[in-house]
């Protein structure tokens, strides 16, 4: 199997590296994160420029038609930067949504928006009740003539405070874990009705709570079938698990080799801290798993566009089981080489740890994975 890349995704890999590499130290990060959206909406608009928002939609749509493997280009270099912008929020979940879901009328009017970076959009769907479930939507959507009034709670939306839009994941029949009576609802932020509470979580990133009381809404803003979206849903959540394996595997490797420079430059009892084999030993340990880690990011790149609902899982918790099993290794190692020097705010490493960790709890840890994987019968089939 060929994993080389091709000629245009090289071009992207180089620009969007070199984007990050002027512009997004570690300085210029802390910088972005005390912005009020705790992000920089001039870098949000140089991703626009660059076509970065564009990366997952057809060419017709004013995208560039790329796949799963650009869009791992886009996240690994992100993870590598420690980037606080809304990109999977709003490209990979939101964007994820419109293309599998909204008519072609809906894209036409929404897209562009998105694409040109004026619009930012945030997935409302996590409840506190259902931990990891997707199936399990309290929130609920009344018909009301040929419209629906939505009415809930939902938790831990990622960059649901500085969203212009969200898309909300709401009950119109059955009860609260039936795997039917699901829709999709775009809705504007700022509606009559709408309330969210924005927080920083521990990665530097932001979420909020978002309450919707007799949230009214139209027909027009109806995704695909109002009783059916859970496919589309999780869908887009394991499209988003692989995006989010490429931006670990990123941090990672950036973690590793800001531990083996300071292994040869970290001095004691006159020598370089490196060359204590025990180290290197610690050292070389993170590199398997780090590499362990990218070859299961890799399938899960290759099977997130898999129609195969069945297989597309079992390989996308797989990958989900490993990165956070090497994120665990890799950063431990990198905190505990660099001793007390790793775990202060004004260094980056334990900053990608912390990324790295939050990377294993969203869309389900590492042990609901496995689990997942068992009761599929395993990573590879009878």
Known sequence: MDFDLSEEQSLLKDSVERLLADRYDFEARKRHGRHPEGFSPEMWRSYAEQGLLAVPFAEEEGGIGGGPVETMIVMEAFGGALVLEPYLATVVLAGGLLRHAASAAQRAEWLPGLIGGETRYAFAHHERQARYDLHDVGVSARQDGTGFV????KSLVLHGDSADRLIVSARTAG???????????????????VSRRGYPTQDGQRA??????SVRVG?????????DALPAIERVTDEAIAALCAE????????????VEYLKTRKQFGTPIGSFQVLQHRAADMFIALEQARSM?????MMAGEEDAQERARSISGAKVQIGRSGRIVGQGAV???????????YSVGHYFKRVTMIDAL?????HHLARVARMGGLIAA
């Open 175 to 193: 009860a609260r874990r039936d795997r039917g009576g699901i829709g999709l609802f775009v809705i504007d932020a700022n509606a009559e009705g």
């Open 248 to 259: 670990a595997v990123g941090a990672m490797d950036r973690m590793q080799r800001l531990t």
């Open 297 to 301: 990011a890799f399938l899960a790149t």
């Open 336 to 346: 505990q080489l660099h001793g007390g020097v790793g775990v202060t705010m004004e």
């Open 363 to 367: 869309f389900g840890d590492a042990d």
């Open 219 to 227: 027909p027009e803003a109806v995704l695909g079938s109002p009783e």
């Open 208 to 213: 909020a709570e978002i309450s919707l009381s």
């Open 150 to 153: 939505l009415e809930g709670e």
